[in-house]
């Protein structure tokens, strides 16, 4: 049973930084492509960040330059250090990545979210 963990989450104040970490756990062959998504309340998931297994990455427009997206293909994690937050960053934030099961298919996996809460 393949698994995605976050841990990092929590309440801090505007112009903070957290730290969030995503691990994968299970039997796989292979990671590809690690994401982050955030959704606030009443509102669509997003991406906010993904980063091939090559390194290459990307960013939502409203977070470019102030989070940066990381990875470990050794410990099969992936990591977003988020600064300068703002209050309109306040969101669960999930883990997804495609993941390549032990029947050679490529699937997506989801963790269970972390909150992140930004105070004025």
């Known amino acids: 049973q393949v698994q995605l963990v976050e841990s990092g989450g929590g309440l801090v104040q505007a112009g903070g930084s957290l730290r969030l970490s995503c691990a994968a756990s299970?039997?796989?062959?292979?990671?590809?492509?690690m994401r982050w998504y955030r959704q606030a309340p009443g509102k669509q998931r997003d991406l906010v960040a993904a980063?091939?297994?090559?390194?290459?990455?990307n960013y939502a427009d409203s977070v470019k330059g102030r989070f940066t997206i990381s990875r470990d293909n050794a410990k099969n994690t992936v990591s977003l250090e988020v600064n300068s937050l703002k209050p309109e960053d306040t969101a669960v934030y999930y883990c997804?990545?495609?993941?390549?099961?032990?029947?050679?298919?490529?699937?997506?996996?989801w963790g269970q979210g972390t909150q992140v809460t930004v105070s004025t």
């Open positions: 997804n990545a495609d993941i390549r099961a032990t029947d050679w298919q490529i699937r997506a996996y």
């Open positions: 299970g039997r796989f062959f292979g990671i590809a492509t």
């Open positions: 980063i091939t297994s090559g390194g290459t990455t």
